[in-house]
């Protein structure tokens, strides 16, 4: 009998995801992927860990449904909110042989290497920033390093409303960047902590001294997803090679073709996908 190829699963709570999308294609374009943005719902960053989670949850096991062995929170706030509690009492449970993976851990083993201060700042939505994460996880690898958080509960609605090019923009820009700066003056490496961030990255340099780095998270996801394919051949005998990439949208299918392409360099027609809540 002929196995089914099946595809990897990438998920955000909208558009953002598809800047991790885009790194993960040009690195491994021969693989098949199924690219889920819960627009409908979004943004999470103000919901509560328990809303994030459900929400996570729902999105995660329609693209088990799909078929995919394999997914990519590509969501910095359910990757905060969601993602321990999915991999410790969900899969065992009920999906043992699936795997969940985030965009938090990947970033914390390598964020140390960008930092000659040892002081980097970390730019996010308010679930990422008050779940304190990202402190967590870099200080298993880099217990030395001094990590400041800034939260930026502007930004998404904004780019998400395709108004990042905007007057308005800068003015939210320069005030989180302020307030971040405020809290260490040696900060030289700053970290996009939001995979919607890194559209802002042309402004954002208007504002920031050349000699700090601005770490954004598809290249990191990217290879890192290199490296776990290679050591757990289990999952990636899997996963079909025809170089396919399906999107879907709970929201408005139009609206999202539309603004994805913004994020993605792929041709985008989504398939809208009603949600239960």
Known sequence: METVKQSIGIFDSGYGGLTVFKSIAAK??????????????????????????????????????????????????????????????????????????????????????????????????????????????????????????????????????????????????????????????????ILLACTHYPLLIPKLKNYLSENITLLAQGDIVADSLVDYLDRHPEIESKLGKEGECKFYTSGDREKFNTNASLFSEHEVNAVHVPLKS
């Open 28 to 189: 491994l374009p021969q693989y098949n992927y199924i690219y889920f943005g819960d627009n409908a719902r979004a943004p999470y960053g103000d919901h509560s860990f328990e809303t994030v989670y459900q929400y996570t949850l729902e999105c995660v096991e329609w693209l088990f449904a799909q078929g995919c062995p394999l997914v990519i929170l590509a969501c910095n706030t359910a990757s905060a909110k969601a993602l321990r509690t999915i991999q410790q009492k969900i899969l065992p449970l009920k999906y043992p042989d699936r795997r969940v993976l985030g965009v938090i851990r990947p970033t914390a083993e390598v964020i140390g290497g960008f930092t000659k201060s040892n002081t980097v700042g970390v730019l996010g939505t308010r679930g990422t920033v008050n779940s304190n994460s990202y402190s967590i996880e870099i200080g298993h690898f880099f217990p030395d390093l001094k990590v400041v958080q800034q939260s930026c509960p502007m930004w998404v609605p904004l780019i998400e409303n395709n108004e990042h090019n905007s007057p308005g923009m800068d003015y939210f820009i320069t005030e989180y960047l302020d307030e971040l700066m405020a809290k260490a003056t040696d900060i030289d490496c």
